[in-house]
């Protein structure tokens, strides 16, 4: 105790001159203010520091916070979106720019509902109910709208599996028949199925050269297993690391979803740029984004808008050098990946867990796993991490509530139908899939490169390929195809479209016409570079978007479109009615 005691004697002889000048400093202050305060009585003194204080919080709160960002919202884009507010709202601008949003609202509507001109929508229950022929009569009738041909290959992406397999898809509709009303929540009911969603983990965990530790859980799709992804690593860094604050890292070209995981887990998420040839994330900037606070580093194997690999073995070793998990998105890739060496080709980057430092793994069985949509695969390297995706909670009056995945109650027939595809095909016929449509992407590559005035966007190497141009709007291209049958998907910045390919593709001729297409409509449009055409449709919002610098504003044509989806009045010069 004497030692403590002399111990704190020490520290305050050390101290006494710096606190004698910082009294000193306190008193000069006091006798200043008393000074000039003389002239007025406490009263007045009073109220003054009050309305000082208020206006004080009023500045801060209307002007100050007016400038801080939100959340995954950088300083520049909210100045961006605050400029468009105040513009937008000026009395001279005000209608005009009303009339202008209007007006592309009405095309974005038109653009959906125009389908429906001369159909009728059921907005209350039928008095009585239909046989069972009538309402498949109303299904196939209802199948029948719309001019896209997918079921002749016309599509990109969106059908993955072969309908013209009858034997397949008849087993898919007798598996889900058989299951449609099962529940894996009630394990204890429906052990079955609890064991195909096991044995369907244990496949995919095999696929990707897991460990005896690697372990995972079937999603409802990709969105959600990269939503459970965030969840388990932001609650693995505050539970077990200690992080109050988890941020993530990813490349601009992730999928959105990473987006809508962190708004709706409120983490920060960080974007990295990508090079501007190769369109793989810059590992070095991502590298510059590390801090104390990051709970995860993400890459693409491939990335949805240009069918590149990000550098996994690099990201992995950035991750293994700072203790940072890393998540390989191979939502769209997962079940082409690992047969492609089989299939006879070359797959430049090893993304599974045979990379040191990979600590999950994202593979959507509803695209080239052939299952019907609905389903996903979230594989970890180590129990511990899926730990942290449970959510558990232990007192409800209901008893003891624990689940894997965002939803409760989830369709066992689609988790079924999941197994029986992946039975079905087994290996050899995954491999062969996968061999014929490397065997039309990497042709079509070929093509394009061989086609004056545009070129295929950074390195593709598996199913997805984008084509750019410097010489034509490229959205024209995009709607030319569009008006001749195909459906493609626009990108932007830069501006550019891309085809995912699939066994839809593979048909007898479906490559050819495409690729003729495309030439076509290419040399016309190099002969007429100096024409203005008006763009239609999907190309008409992503050419129109790109030019306005506030992306908010942007966001309220997305708003209609999702209005538009819902929408059940079609009010144009048409028959439709609504009753």
């Known amino acids: 105790m004497d030692q403590i005691v002399k111990y704190f004697d020490i520290i305050h002889l050390e101290a006494r001159p710096y606190l004698d000048t910082i009294s000193r400093l306190i008193d000069n202050r006091r006798r200043a203010f008393n000074e000039n305060s003389k002239d007025f009585d406490n009263f007045s003194i009073c109220v003054s520091t009050v309305i000082i204080s208020v206006l004080t919080v009023f ?45 592309f609202m009405n095309i974005i509507d038109e653009s959906l509902m125009s389908v429906y001109k001369n159909e009728s929508f059921q907005v209350t229950l039928p008095s009585e109910g239909k046989t069972p022929q009538q309402v498949m009569r109303e299904v196939e009738r209802y199948l029948s709208i719309g001019t896209v041909e997918w079921e002749k290959g016309r599509v990109s992406g969106a059908i993955y599996c072969d309908l013209g397999n009858g ?24 052990p079955g199925i609890r064991k195909m969603e096991a044995e369907v983990v244990r496949m995919t965990c095999s696929l990707f050269k897991g460990g005896p530790e690697s372990c995972g859980c079937i999603s409802t799709g990709g969105t959600e297993s990269l939503i459970l992804v965030v969840k388990a690593y ?30 709706l887990l409120r983490v920060q998420l960080h974007k990295i740029k990508l090079d501007p040839h190769t369109k793989k994330v810059d590992t070095r900037a991502m590298r510059q984004a590390i801090n104390g606070n990051t709970c995860l580093l993400i890459g693409s194997a491939p990335c949805y808008p240009y069918g590149t690999y990000d550098p996994i073995e690099e990201i992995a070793a950035l991750g293994l050098k700072r203790g940072i998990p890393v998540h390989v998105d191979a939502c769209l890739g997962g079940f082409l990946n690992p047969f492609v060496e089989e299939a ?14 990979v600590t999950s793994i994202t593979a959507d069985t509803h695209k080239y796993g052939c ?41 066992g027939g689609l988790i079924a139908d999941c197994w029986a595809s992946l039975m079905y095909h087994g290996r050899k016929r995954f491999v062969e899939n996968t061999r014929k449509i ?14 004056e005035g545009i070129q295929i966007c950074g390195s593709p190497e598996l199913s997805v390929v984008a084509v750019a141009s410097d010489e034509i709007n490229i959205y024209m291209l995009s709607d030319g195809l569009t008006s ?22 593979t048909r007898e001729g479906v490559l050819a016409q495409l690729v003729d297409d495309i030439r076509d409509i290419t040399k016309e449009l190099m002969r007429d570079r100096t024409k203005s055409k008006k763009l239609e449709g999907q190309s008409a919002l992503y ?19 999702l209005d538009s989806y819902y929408n059940t009045r079609y009010d144009g010069n048409t028959n439709g009615t609504s009753h």
Not at 237 to 255: D, L, Q, T, W, Y
Not at 438 to 451: A, D, G, H, T, Y
Not at 484 to 505: D, E, K, Y
Not at 543 to 561: C, E, K, M, N, W
């Open 543 to 561: 050419g129109v978007s790109q030019t306005i610098p506030d992306r908010s504003l942007v966001s309220t044509f997305a708003l209609q479109y």
């Open 438 to 451: 490397l065997q039309v992407s990497q042709k079509f590559v070929r093509e394009i490169n061989s086609i």
């Open 344 to 357: 006879g080709y070359k797959l430049h980057h090893r993304c599974d867990f045979s990379v040191p430092g």
């Open 484 to 505: 001749r049958g195909w459906n493609v998907n626009a990108l932007q910045f830069p501006s550019a479209f891309h085809i995912c390919f699939t066994l839809m593709h």
């Open 167 to 190: 034997e397949f898809i008849d087993l898919m509709t007798s598996v889900y028949g058989k299951t449609a009303y099962t529940n894996p929540l009630h394990a204890d009911v429906y």
């Open 371 to 411: 299952a019907p949509k609905g389903t996903s695969v979230v594989v970890y390297a180590e129990q511990k991490y899926r730990h942290q995706q449970y959510f558990i909670t232990t007192d409800w009056p209901g008893g003891l509530y624990a689940c894997a995945t965002i939803p409760g109650s989830r369709p």
């Open 234 to 263: 932001r609650d693995y860094a505050r539970n077990v690391k200690g992080i109050k604050n988890p941020e993530i890292i990813a490349p601009v070209s992730a999928h959105p979803a990473f987006d809508k995981a962190a708004s």
């Open 59 to 103: 500045i801060y709160q209307k002007i100050i916070r007016w400038f801080e960002p939100d959340l995954n919202e950088t300083l520049w884009y909210c100045l961006k979106r605050r400029f468009t507010k105040i513009v937008l709202n000026t009395p001279i601008l005000k209608n005009f720019a009303n009339r202008e949003i209007s007006k």
